[in-house]
Nanobody
Framework: QVQLVESGGGLVQAGGSLRLSCAAS????????MGWYRQAPGKQRELVAR???????SYADSVKGRFTIARDRAKSTVSLQMNSLKPEDTAVYYC??????????????WGQGTQVTVSS
């Protein structure tokens, strides 16, 4: 059974920091590349940070130098440390395997996500 539970979002002023956490069921974190995705109103969901099974990381240009993704295989969690937050970072943030899990109908599977709101 696949379970992805994001937490740690909230309201923060521009320039502030938040740390998001993703709890995943079973061996999802242990055996897969993982990513943090975000979706802002009116925009496509985008991959902002990725970590491979060998812990190589990559980031979208928009967050590079500000966000850090990490995994903890023992705790089956993936985190996203977000610093120097900007209003344009406002979005719902999701974690998932990369590429995301597919539902039987062909759509990607997503958890509930966690809302990040950055005020100006």
């Amino acid at each position: 059974q696949v379970q992805l539970v994001e937490s740690g979002g909230g309201l923060v002023q521009a320039g502030g920091s938040l740390r998001l956490s993703c709890a995943a069921s079973g061996n999802i974190v242990r055996f897969n590349a993982m990513g943090w995705y975000r979706q802002a109103p009116g925009k496509q969901r985008e991959l902002v940070a990725r970590i491979t099974t060998l812990n190589w990381t990559s980031y979208a240009d928009s967050v590079k130098g500000r966000f850090t993704i990490a995994r903890d295989r023992a705790k089956s969690t993936v985190s996203l440390q977000m610093n120097s937050l900007k209003p344009e970072d406002t979005a719902v943030y999701y974690c998932n395997k990369d590429p995301p899990y597919k539902l039987v109908n062909g759509d990607d599977y997503w958890g509930q996500g966690t809302q990040v709101t950055v005020s100006s």
